[in-house]
């Protein structure tokens, strides 16, 4: 199996939907892309998300992944475990 991706995020125009791909491994993990930044992940059935520190689009970015903002992650907390679970993937 080869990296896939698709949009997420259900604009009406196509133009926008590159700013939310989800591009998704071998391994089955997925990986969620508000324009260029990686917002959230999976690692196995696990979903680690973002809180927003950008705009009202990324937001609403966020809310399509992870409509519960309680279980989002401050940044620092957010990189530690992407590097903790994907190691040399980052």
């Not at 080869?2 to 997925?30: I, M, Q, V």
């Not at 260029?36 to 992944?65: E, M």
């Not at 530690?80 to 040399?88: E, I, S, T, V």
């Amino acid at each position: 199996m080869k990296t896939n991706y698709e949009s997420y995020y259900n604009y009406s125009s196509a133009n926008y939907g590159k700013h939310a791909l989800k591009f998704t491994d071998p391994a089955g993990d997925h990986y969620y892309f508000s324009y260029k930044t990686l917002v959230a992940f999976t690692h196995g059935d696990q979903l680690f998300c973002r809180v927003n520190s950008w705009s009202n689009t990324t937001g609403k970015h966020l809310n399509a992944i992870q409509p519960d903002k309680k279980k989002r992650l401050e940044p620092d907390n957010f990189n530690k475990l992407y590097q903790a679970l994907k190691g040399d993937q980052a």
